[in-house]
């Protein structure tokens, strides 16, 4: 029996004994799933933290490079205009403006890769990577004449000798597809292939009879030969493409089109009339592996500042977007596309749901953020309170102090509290509150110890201040 009631005693004491232990493991145990927590939800914090970082950086703008045409041509005009409002407007994209021959060596660098976009008219052959951007500007077809010149029509230019782009150039071909239309011997009549400019002067002194040319209205080549003109006392006459629509049929990529009465000289209007004439638009293109971004920041700037972009250069007033009703010669690049399709549903409203969820997990992950900074917030201003009270020991010590040695002394521990103070502030040890806080309390002790220096100075006397000095 006693030894009975022993086992029990002894099974009743380890009973006890074995329940502070398990309470032991089950608070261990807690505390580490609270600690597991917290360095959870840190770690997904610092995670969002520098995703957010990386998003938001500072990136170096993107740099198109962009085949024009023709130093002084409209196109390379145009783009170094544009190049300039996007330097003005954006912080993610730069222009590199180069001029090149015509829109046919502008495809070939294309696919070659030493350029990244190109101005070439809209019947330029391109091959099958090359994406549309957009339409910038037409160029109306320009047939000249000296008005003397017994000429009314096409028809009458195999009497004539005529100035005509040179060969090779897409500006010779389109001479050739009027000639095709109105049945114009090749060798029946005077034609000379030459540069326009060459071909101008040469109209000017009558050494030709006419010129035909293919260039926007506002060409700044095109209107000083009619101020040229127009100073010499030379009346230059147009001569119609009544047949305009009959050949845009049969070449889809021209189109119908006018000189508007007096759209070069007002006074004796050149021309006389509106005349009929064909037009070929010049379109911006890039090749399909362009980035979806500069393209469309591109695109955007042509749109979004088209204003300052036609008080530069008035032909930027014609800049849209392709008429896909009508039919786009290349198909739209992913960039230019999203931008003109920007006011269809977003990726955010048609993701509202899963969005949701997203901003209320990172709702969750700020809370945490929140709450270590306060933390981290009461970590600095419990170290701006020990340097003030290392201030407050100093005033005290002041106070005590009988000779100008000790005030020197303290004044140079103040000036060394007040380096550390400023090393903690760019370290983030302590708040700008903080440090607020303690520049009044600074400059308090010391105007304190410079009082009692005055004092302690007046006291010995001019004899003592002079031994001191």
Known sequence: ?????????????????????SANV??????????????????????????????????APEILTIGTGPSGSDAYTLMREVAEVVERHSDRLRLDIRPTRDASQNIAFLNAKRIDAAVIRADTPVFSDIRGIADLYP?????????????????????????IPDYDTAN??????????????????DWR?????????????????ALFAVRSIRDRQLLRMFEDAQLTGLKLRYIPIRQAEAIALKRPFLTASQVPLGGFTGALPVPDTDTPT???????????????????????????????????????SAIMAPD??????????DGAEAFYNRDEPSFVQENAEPLALLVTVLTILVSGLIALRSRFVASQKNRADVYNYELLEIERRTADATTL?????????????????????????????????????WDAVRETINDKADALSAAAGPTAVRRSA
Do not use: C
């Open 193 to 209: 292939p030459e540069p326009f400019v060459d071909g101008a002067d040469k109209l000017l002194r009558g050494e030709v009879d």
């Open 324 to 333: 896909a009703e009508r039919g786009l010669s290349v198909p739209l690049h």
């Open 1 to 21: 029996m006693a030894a009975r009631m022993r086992r029990d005693k002894g099974s009743r004491r380890g009973a006890r004994g074995a329940a502070p232990a």
């Open 26 to 59: 089950r608070s261990r145990r807690a505390r580490l799933f609270r600690a597991g927590v917290f360095v959870t939800v840190l770690a997904m914090g610092i995670a969002v933290a520098l995703t957010w970082q990386w998003i938001s950086r500072d990136r």
């Open 278 to 316: 064909l037009a070929v638009d010049r379109v911006l293109v890039t090749r399909a592996d362009v980035g979806e971004q500069p393209i469309r920041e591109l695109t955007r700037v042509l749109f979004e500042h088209r204003k300052d972009l036609t008080i530069r250069f008035a032909l930027a």
């Open 139 to 163: 160029d109306l077809f320009h047939i000249i004449v000296r008005d003397g010149v017994r000429a009314r029509s096409v028809h009458d230019l195999d009497r004539l000798s005529i100035s």
């Open 405 to 441: 040695d000790e005030l020197a002394t303290l004044k140079g521990e103040l000036n060394e509290v007040l380096r550390k103070v400023v090393v903690a502030l760019d370290t983030d040890e302590v708040t700008d509150e903080g440090f607020q806080s303690f520049s009044l309390l």
């Open 172 to 189: 010779f071909r389109s001479f050739w597809v009027v000639g095709d239309h109105y049945d114009l011997p090749i060798d029946g009549f």
